[in-house]
């Protein structure tokens, strides 16, 4: 084999998704995160990976706290729209309708998930791009039995087609480009070589145009 690295072959690491939710003291939060897992059994630990452009990283660094609500196959695409098409510095994520906190304080998802996580940070590396918070679970409740979500799942029966997002399409002065990734939309006249996805944090080469 050539000494070739294919970004095609990380997809194939087996991911979840989640919602990871958090208050600062000022407001609440929350966004889309893959990269939860657990690290140790006694004490339970987790750890997760959260891109620096999320303002939910910010917000995590200044409280030390958060949960981690595990989204399953039943969740549809309004909730990753919701809390990954946005950024918290601009919109108040939990509008529109009333959730529940944990003892901790914090907002988690009771409907299309199977379970919410509480933790507090014990640790956090810099590894660039991305902060590795380690934290130590405090609270920890089953809420369903369905399967978890996994981004192969979400790739294959939850994000729109392509298709179906230039139908959506209604001004004909502007062009769209689909995240190839997952799934996200971005409307314009032009796409910005910077360009970042606001759900998954890919550039704008992993967009394509589809009108």
Same mark, same amino acid.
């Given at each position: 084999?050539?000494?070739?690295?294919?970004?095609?072959?990380? /997809?194939?690491?087996?991911?979840?998704?989640?919602?990871?939710?958090?208050?600062?003291?000022?407001?609440?939060?929350?966004?889309?995160?893959?990269?939860?897992?657990?690290?140790?059994?006694?004490?339970?630990?987790?750890?997760?990976?959260?891109?620096?452009?999320?303002?939910?990283?910010?917000?995590?660094?200044?409280?030390?706290?958060?949960? !981690?609500?595990?989204?399953?196959?039943?969740?549809?695409?309004?909730?990753?729209?919701?809390?990954?098409?946005?950024?918290?510095?601009?919109?108040?994520?939990?509008?529109?309708?009333?959730?529940?906190?944990?003892?901790?304080?914090?907002?988690?998802?009771?409907?299309?998930?199977?379970?919410?996580?509480?933790?507090?940070?014990?640790?956090?590396?810099?590894?660039? &791009?991305?902060?590795? /918070?380690?934290?130590?679970? &405090?609270?920890?409740?089953?809420?369903?039995?369905?399967?978890? !979500? &996994?981004?192969?799942?979400?790739?294959?029966?939850?994000?729109?087609?392509?298709?179906?997002?230039?139908?959506?399409?209604?001004?004909?002065?502007?062009?769209?480009?689909?995240?190839?990734?997952?799934?996200? !939309?971005?409307?314009?006249?032009?796409?910005? *070589?910077?360009?970042?996805?606001?759900?998954?944090?890919?550039? *704008?080469?992993? /967009?394509?145009?589809?009108?």
């Amino acid at each position: 084999m050539e000494n070739v690295i294919e970004k095609e072959a990380m /997809f194939k690491l087996t991911y979840g998704l989640f919602v990871l939710s958090v208050n600062d003291g000022s407001k609440d939060n929350g966004c889309i995160v893959n990269t939860v897992s657990m690290l140790t059994d006694n004490p339970k630990r987790i750890t997760v990976y959260v891109n620096k452009l999320n303002y939910t990283e910010q917000m995590i660094r200044r409280s030390g706290k958060f949960n !981690v609500s595990v989204l399953t196959e039943s969740a549809p695409f309004e909730i990753f729209r919701q809390f990954g098409f946005s950024s918290g510095r601009d919109v108040y994520k939990f509008a529109g309708k009333t959730y529940p906190r944990t003892s901790n304080g914090l907002y988690y998802i009771p409907e299309h998930t199977n379970a919410v996580i509480s933790a507090k940070v014990t640790d956090m590396l810099d590894y660039g &791009t991305h902060t590795l /918070f380690v934290a130590e679970v &405090t609270e920890a409740k089953v809420l369903s039995s369905e399967p978890s !979500v &996994t981004y192969e799942y979400y790739f294959a029966h939850i994000k729109p087609k392509p298709g179906a997002a230039a139908e959506e399409k209604k001004d004909p002065k502007l062009h769209r480009w689909v995240c190839k990734i997952c799934g996200y !939309v971005y409307e314009g006249e032009s796409l910005p *070589a910077d360009y970042i996805c606001p759900l998954c944090k890919h550039g *704008a080469e992993d /967009f394509e145009q589809i009108d």
